[in-house]
């Protein structure tokens, strides 16, 4: 079974910046894609950004421009790097793997809180 470990996550000032990480349990080039997603209580999870295994990028609208999304496959990691962070930024956010043409796995995620 694939697991996705999260870290990184905190709480920061309206403004500050974070950088969450994702340790999958196996090569993270056997996914087509992987991304992030996050989710606030009584709202659908959203996808934050996402990565495909050439480095083909997508960014949801509320993000573009402030998070970037990387992988490093010497050390088998995933990143999401969030500069100009904003409270409405505030979510729990998840890690995904998509072999194939849905995202099948997850990880426990981790809460980025941003306070104004």
């Known amino acids: 079974q694939v697991q996705l470990v999260e870290s990184g996550g905190g709480l920061v000032q309206a403004g500050g910046s974070l950088r969450l990480s994702c340790a999958p349990s196996?090569?993270?080039?056997?996914?087509?894609?992987m991304g992030w997603y996050r989710q606030v209580p009584g709202k659908e999870r959203e996808l934050v950004a996402q990565?495909?295994?050439?480095?083909?990028?997508y960014y949801a609208e509320s993000v573009e421009g402030r998070f970037a999304i990387t992988m490093n496959r010497a050390k088998n990691m995933l990143y999401l790097q969030m500069d100009s962070l904003k409270p409405d930024d505030t979510a729990r956010y998840s890690c995904?793997?998509?072999?194939?043409?849905?995202?099948?796995?997850w990880g426990q995620g981790t809460q980025v809180t941003v306070s104004s």
């Open positions: 995904a793997a998509r072999p194939t043409t849905s995202y099948d796995y």
């Open positions: 990565i495909s295994k050439r480095g083909i990028t």
């Open positions: 196996t090569d993270i080039f056997s996914f087509n894609f």
